[in-house]
C-alpha cells in the first residue's frame, strides 16, 4: 500500500465507520421497526450515500438537516443526497437520479440535461 493510499485510507476512515454504524442499524433496529421514514431513499440509506459521496463531515452536516426535514410536519417525498461538490440537489424529478450521477469522473460535466434521462434510474440503496 503506498503513502498516497494509506492517507485516502485514514482521511476514509471516520466516514466509514459511520457507515458501519448505519448499517449496523439498518440490519438490526430498523428491521425490528419496520419502515417508518416518509421520504425516499429512508433517512438511513440518505445517510449512507451522503457519507460515501461527500465523506464525514459534509456527510454529517447533510444527515442532520435531512433528520430535521423527517418531522411530522413535513410532507416527505423524494430526496436524494446531492452530487459531489454541490450542497443542493441538481434535479428536481423523481427519476431523474441515474448511476451516472454518483460517478466521479460524470459530476463535473453534470448539468439538468443529462441528468433527467430515466435509464438505469439509482435508488441509493
Known amino acids: 500500500?503506498?503513502?498516497a493510499e494509506m492517507g485516502k485510507f485514514l482521511v476514509r476512515l471516520p466516514a466509514n465507520f459511520a457507515r458501519l454504524l448505519?448499517?449496523?442499524y439498518q440490519h438490526t433496529f430498523s428491521l425490528a421497526l419496520g419502515p417508518?421514514?416518509?421520504y425516499?431513499?429512508?433517512c438511513s440509506h440518505y445517510a449512507d450515500k451522503a457519507f460515501?459521496?461527500?465523506g464525514f463531515?459534509?456527510?454529517l452536516v447533510l444527515t442532520g438537516w435531512r433528520l430535521l426535514r423527517c418531522n411530522p410536519l413535513s410532507d416527505g417525498g423524494v430526496d436524494y443526497p446531492p452530487v459531489k461538490g454541490s450542497w443542493k440537489n441538481p434535479w428536481t424529478e423523481p427519476g431523474?437520479?441515474?448511476a451516472e450521477t454518483y460517478r466521479e469522473d460524470s459530476v463535473n460535466s453534470l448539468?439538468?440535461?443529462t441528468v433527467n434521462d430515466t435509464k438505469g434510474v439509482y435508488s441509493c440503496c
Open 1 to 3: 500500500m503506498s503513502l
Open 22 to 24: 448505519i448499517h449496523f
Open 36 to 38: 417508518r421514514c416518509k
Open 40 to 42: 425516499y431513499p429512508s
Open 52 to 54: 460515501e459521496v461527500h
Open 57 to 59: 463531515f459534509k456527510g
Open 96 to 98: 431523474s437520479v441515474t
Open 111 to 113: 448539468n439538468c440535461s
